[in-house]
């Protein structure tokens, strides 16, 4: 996938891990942003543990998870 499909499903990430934080995280463009970090993070945190998923489902579902790891951190650290 490109580097444009990359950025476009990190930003649906972003917009999903919000949605699924209590509270709805720190305001769309806040959940965007940590959602492309959480894409990366996702990515190297499920190469680390031997998980690959295939198919933009499963890079959707990698980026997801590191979004909402993101923002639990984050909301973490807000407190």
Known sequence: ???IGSLILGCLAGFCAGKLM???GFGLIMNI???LFGGLVG???FEQ???T???VLGQLGTAI???VAI???ASLIKK
């Open 1 to 3: 996938m490109g580097l």
């Open 43 to 45: 990515g190297w945190l």
């Open 49 to 51: 543990l031997g998980i």
């Open 71 to 73: 923002l639990w951190v």
């Open 33 to 35: 942003i940590l959602g």
């Open 53 to 55: 998923w295939g198919g």
């Open 65 to 67: 998870i590191g979004a």
């Open 22 to 24: 209590k509270g709805g």
